[in-house]
């Protein structure tokens, strides 16, 4: 392991972490600006710059005015909290959805001087393993939030997410070893590779053609974990105030912010790259375009390695603006609805998913 | 070699079983070198992010207990709320274990279930039907109703 090595893993590290800040920070923007849209409102629109004359800053609004205004809050702890776990609760909501992301290829190999760069922070060969797990320690945060903060709403908050998060956990897992059955790996970068083909030349081998129904199950799965409408029950502002971070203010409370939108990053770029393709352009290979009856465009590999960066980065966004659209579309479940829907529908769908599955790869041999 | 290993990846990247002794299972943690660089820079940024407040935040002086009560919509706060729950929340938790764990053991089958073949199958579903019965069980009990 030479330094050179070291420090490009921590290159692509740095990018990988400002790409889910950034885009997270972006995503707030798209869903206020979005449910706005959907609401036939205006959505916030002015930034009041040292109280001199509101400006629109547009994107700014959200990008730098926001977390200024945040930055300055005063920092409040209630009375009778656990000062540590206080602290320690925003941490670990965001901490474990933004290091999840080390697993997940973000391109093929760039080849700068004769050395092959993986894209990819780590090349695990047990990548979905350690998504899966870094993305459940994320229950902690929510779990001691509401336990630190000494009040009722976000006790309830706490104890409702952690049921309902670890409740769908189960079935994402099951509607993930469909996937895993049909590539035979847990290396993301191999299953990224593994789609590369295409079907009678024309349709592109994405895993949600192998696997639509686990794709479905871990969509809405994803979406419970994320606790955002329509499973929005920790939170519930409507009946538990603001839920598990109640009684957070300031930088604390954007982390737990932060935290709902980075795991929808997260969801979407696990969705992406198990069901549709990771980096892969359809018809792009290594040396160009190959479209189906011959035609051959020959691209640099620069150029190649750079569409299929935004291939990746277009399909996690449009993912991200999926699940926004579900958000400010359907209205809430009852708490007993979203238990009934991971225990009673997901879980045997998913159960049943993998015997099919099963019984497929069996039969063909 | 040495020198790209883990970084470069693909299929020149050295396996568990394809390694010799000490240098073929060391080999393997060069893998996790990058997950450790991303726990260090998450570590900085989120420390930073979380801790912001404290430092940069407004700071209000005088009476504070009435600002410290914890929010209960205006009414005095009564008392510390950390009480009982409901117990559904205790079961869930116990069925999760049980199930969870099971997924977990479905893992290491899944990847090589070609090579098991039939066998292998017949095996998995003989489990799987014991969670099942499990399942089918618990929600006979009413474990999973909540009212």
Same mark, same amino acid.
């Given at each position: 392991m030479g330094l050179i090595a070291v420090g490009i893993a921590a290159v692509k590290a740095f990018a990988v972490l400002m790409l889910v800040l950034n885009?997270?920070?972006?995503?707030?923007?798209?869903?206020? !600006?979005?449910?706005?849209?959907?609401?036939?409102? #205006? $959505? @916030?629109?002015?930034?009041?710059?040292?109280?001199?004359?509101?400006?629109?800053?547009?994107?700014?609004?959200?990008?730098?005015a926001d977390p200024i205004k945040l930055l300055? !809050?005063?920092?409040?702890?209630?009375?009778?909290?656990? !000062?540590?776990?206080?602290?320690? @609760?925003?941490?670990?909501?965001?901490f474990p959805v933004l290091v999840t992301f080390a697993a997940i290829p973000f391109g093929d190999e760039l080849v700068i001087g004769g050395q092959a760069i993986n894209l990819q922070v780590a090349a695990l060969d047990i990548g979905i393993l350690y998504v899966l797990a870094m993305s459940s320690l994320a229950i902690y945060g929510v779990v001691l939030g509401g336990w630190a903060s000494n009040s009722r709403w976000a006790l309830l908050g706490g104890i409702r997410g952690a049921a309902q998060m670890i409740s769908y956990e189960i079935a994402m897992g099951l509607a993930l070893i469909g996937a895993v059955m049909a590539f035979g790996t847990l290396d993301m970068q191999a299953i990224a590779?593994?789609?590369g083909h295409h079907f009678f030349g024309v349709i592109p081998a994405w895993g949600v053609?192998?696997?639509?129904?686990?794709?479905? #199950? =871990?969509?809405?799965? $994803?979406i419970a974990e994320t606790k955002r409408v329509p499973f929005d029950l920790p939170e519930g502002e409507s009946e538990l105030v603001?839920?598990? =971070?109640?009684?957070?203010? $300031?930088? !604390?409370?954007?982390?737990?912010?932060?935290?709902d939108f980075a795991e929808s990053v997260v969801v979407a770029g696990l969705a992406a790259t198990l069901f549709f393709g990771a980096w892969q352009v359809p018809f792009l290979f290594r040396d160009? =375009?190959? =479209?189906?009856?011959?035609?051959?465009?020959?691209?640099?590999?620069l150029a190649v390695v750079v569409l299929q960066i935004v291939s990746f980065t277009l399909k996690v966004f449009a993912l991200c603006v999926f699940q926004i659209l579900v958000r400010w579309t359907l209205p809430r479940y009852r708490y007993d609805q979203v238990m009934d829907l991971g225990w009673k529908y997901l879980l045997p769908l998913a159960l049943a998913n993998m015997l099919v599955t099963g019984i497929v790869i069996v039969s063909i041999g | 070699m040495?020198?790209?290993?883990g970084i470069t990846g693909g299929a020149a990247r050295p396996r568990l079983r394809g390694g010799t002794g000490f240098a073929g299972a060391f080999a393997v943690l060069d893998q996790y070198i990058g997950v450790l660089i991303t726990f260090a820079l998450g570590t900085v940024i989120v420390l930073g992010m979380v801790s912001g407040s404290m430092i940069f935040g407004a700071r209000s002086k005088g009476r504070r207990a009435v600002k410290d009560e914890v929010f209960e919509c205006g009414n005095p706060s009564s008392g510390p709320a950390r009480g009982r729950f409901s117990v559904h929340f205790y079961l869930v938790a116990i069925l999760f274990i049980v199930f969870d764990v099971e997924v977990v053991f479905m893992y290491?089958?899944?990847?090589?279930?070609r090579q098991l073949g039939v066998p292998g199958f017949i095996e998995m579903l003989t489990f799987v039907a014991v969670l099942g019965f499990g399942l089918v069980y618990v929600w006979r009990r009413g474990a999973l109703a909540w009212d």
């Open positions: 885009m997270s920070a972006v995503l707030l923007w798209v869903e206020r !600006k979005g449910s706005a849209l959907i609401q036939d409102r #205006i $959505g @916030a629109n002015r930034a009041n710059v040292f109280g001199v004359m509101p400006l629109n800053l547009g994107l700014l609004n959200t990008l730098v300055t !809050k005063e920092d409040m702890v209630p009375a009778g909290a656990d !000062k540590l776990l206080h602290f320690l @609760a925003p941490f670990l909501a965001v590779r593994a789609q053609i192998y696997q639509p129904l686990a794709f479905l #199950i =871990f969509l809405i799965a $994803g603001s839920g598990y =971070f109640t009684e957070y203010s $300031g930088m !604390k409370q954007a982390a737990f912010m932060l935290s160009g =375009f190959h =479209f189906p009856g011959g035609v051959i465009v020959a691209l640099p590999h | 040495r020198e790209t290993i290491p089958w899944a990847i090589v279930f």
